[in-house]
């Protein structure tokens, strides 16, 4: 199966800022099968992002997604009070689908 | 707007079988769009897929519980369900319920999860 890495597994930044997290995959994700979750305490993962880089319904425009291969990149533009929270990359370009570890971004 | 809303016991003992329900609102399950799926998350594993059903029928599991999964469907409640048997401490963990927007590959089904239920915490302990 594929494992996926992400990094850093902290992300320590203020509103406004802008938030870079890195997903890493042990293999190639085929077709850029590559989704991006956001969890906050207590409550069930969100879909942000599939296909590495469309958004989901109702995301907004600060969060986008890039990469193919075995590097993808989730990008917070300007970080706002409520995007403090875990984010996780989900591959399912070969099956089981897999998930990170996850990365935590927290208020500096 | 899609809703899923799981339901079962929150405390099991060891070696019994764990049985949760997910009811669907705003959507049917009978869905030729879309798969239904499990997936479990605790502090030593983090979120892993279990498995996911297509109408009552079609069934796809994750080869590492597959020997003690069964998930089913049942249409007419518009409902999915969960069986895990002869768990362990190692199976504590939420159980969320989601809706699997799926593809086929040579490996098998494959896809993301946009509607989540809001879990329910399963404790295995003697």
């Known amino acids: 199966e594929i494992v996926l890495t992400q990094s850093p597994g902290t992300l320590s930044l203020s509103p406004g800022e802008r938030a870079t997290l890195s997903c890493r995959a042990s293999?190639?994700?085929?077709?850029?099968?590559l989704a991006w979750y956001q969890q906050k305490p207590g409550q069930a993962p969100r879909l942000l992002i599939y296909g590495a880089s469309s958004r989901a319904t109702g995301i907004p425009d600060r969060f986008s997604g890039s990469g193919s291969g075995t590097d993808f990149t989730l990008t917070i533009s300007r970080l706002e009070p409520e995007d403090f929270a875990v984010y996780y990359c989900q591959q399912y370009g070969s099956s089981p689908q897999t998930f990170g570890p996850g990365t935590k971004v927290d208020i500096k | 707007q899609v809703q899923l809303q799981e339901s079962g016991p929150g405390l099991l003992k060891p070696s019994e079988t764990l049985s949760l329900t997910c009811t669907v609102s705003?959507?049917?399950?009978?869905?030729?769009?879309?798969?239904w799926g499990w997936i479990r998350q605790s502090p030593g594993k983090g979120l892993e897929w279990i498995g996911s059903?297509?109408?009552?029928?079609?069934?796809h599991y994750n080869p590492s519980l597959k020997s003690r999964v069964t998930i089913s469907a049942d249409t007419s409640k518009n409902q999915f369900s969960l069986k895990l048997s002869s768990v362990t401490a190692a199976d504590t963990a939420v159980f969320y319920c989601?809706?699997?927007?799926?593809?086929?590959?040579?490996?098998?089904?494959?896809?993301?999860?946009?509607?989540w239920g809001q879990g329910i915490l399963v404790t295995v302990s003697s």
């Open positions: 989601a809706r699997h927007q799926y593809y086929y590959q040579t490996s098998g089904l494959v896809g993301y999860f946009d509607y």
């Open positions: 705003g959507g049917s399950i009978g869905s030729s769009y879309y798969y």
């Open positions: 293999q190639s994700v085929s077709s850029s099968y």
């Open positions: 059903v297509y109408f009552s029928e079609n069934t």
